[in-house]
């Protein structure tokens, strides 16, 4: 399983992006996708998480103006990100796992994304 993220850039204060997450491999084995993003000088933080039944969660930072969707035809996951603030500014990774007999996950390369006040 690989997975590759795109979609950083660089915004304004207000504005929007939307990352996506190709997933190389079987995207029925996974259990839960995540968004994670680290800022510089700051721990690695989850972001959201879209589960294989299409459930949801956010951190309460992100809640109300980020969504998480997959799109099980592309072996995509997203995030749209509306709103944006300057505190967003990080690079993003997108993560899989998977779960059952065993346990393995996987991360993408990080996206940049910037926000500009």
């Known amino acids: 399983v690989q997975l590759q993220a795109s979609g950083g850039g660089l915004v304004q204060a207000g504005g929007s992006l939307r990352l996506s997450c190709v997933l190389s491999g079987s995207f029925f084995s996974i259990n839960a996708m995540n968004w994670y993003r680290q800022a510089p000088g700051k721990e690695r933080e989850l972001v959201a998480t879209?589960?294989?039944?299409?459930?949801?969660n956010y951190a309460d930072s992100v809640k109300g103006r980020f969504t998480i969707s997959r799109d099980n035809a592309k072996n995509t996951m997203y995030l749209q990100m509306n709103s944006l603030k300057p505190d967003d500014t990080a690079v993003y990774y997108c993560?899989?796992?998977?779960?059952?007999?065993?346990?393995?996950?996987?991360w993408g390369q990080g996206t940049q994304v910037t926000v500009s006040s």
């Open positions: 993560h899989a796992a998977k779960w059952g007999r065993s346990y393995a996950d996987y």
């Open positions: 879209i589960t294989g039944d299409g459930r949801t």
